[in-house]
Structures are given as C-alpha cells and as structure tokens.
C-alpha cells in the first residue's frame, strides 16, 4: 500500500510499504528522517512516534495498553493522532495514510 510521511507541512515521499510490514519498518526502510525504531519494534522506545494526518484513519487498530504507556514515556509532544509506527501494520486497507512526524521530535 501506498504511505505518505509528511514532515511540517511539506510531502516528503510517497513510498510503497508491503503488507505485513510496520509503518515504523516502511520508514527505516525508506530513509525517512526521524524515525528511528530503535528497539525494533518491540514498544519500548517511541523512536518511531507519529502523527496520522488523514487518509483511511478509521481503519486503523486502536491503540494498545501498551503503546499508551510508552507514548507517555516519549520525548516528545503527543498528540491525538499520535501513534508508535512499528503497531500500524501495512495492509491495502490503509492505502493513502498520510503520516507525519513533527519537528519537535527529531
Ligand atoms: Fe520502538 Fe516502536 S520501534 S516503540
């Protein structure tokens, strides 16, 4: 499915994630700036902290416990939006999601 990572205001690409694979994963992949995953993606780090802007937002998994608790441990500013990318797993369900990771967070 196709992601979009925006940083500010501004589209940074538009990159072809594969089924199964975490958004976290997508961007490491992708060379986007800012996330980090850097626990893997075993929820204990919130390197890979974004915002979802728009886009098949209804189709997402809720937030776990557990990613609750560790957006709360996050350096940076959370947000509703806010969402750990190694627990969105890519699927063509959400094809067209727009993410975003902010400035403060980099
Ligand atoms: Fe560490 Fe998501 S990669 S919490």
């Not at 990159?15 to 490491?28: K, Y």
């Not at 957006?71 to 959370?78: G, H, I, Y």
């Amino acid at each position: 499915a196709k992601i979009c990572f925006m940083k500010e205001d501004r589209v940074l690409c538009v990159v072809e994630g594969a089924d199964g694979q975490s958004l976290m994963e997508v961007a490491v992949a992708n060379g986007i700036p800012g996330i980090v995953g850097e626990c893997g993606g075993s929820l204990v780090c919130a390197t890979c902290h974004l915002y979802v802007e728009r886009g098949p937002v209804e189709n997402l998994s809720p937030r776990s416990a557990m990613e609750e608790d560790m957006l709360e441990l996050a350096d940076t500013q959370v947000e509703t939006t806010s969402r750990l990318g190694c627990q969105i797993v890519v699927s063509r369900m959400i094809e067209g999601l727009v993410v975003r990771r902010g400035d403060d967070i980099e």
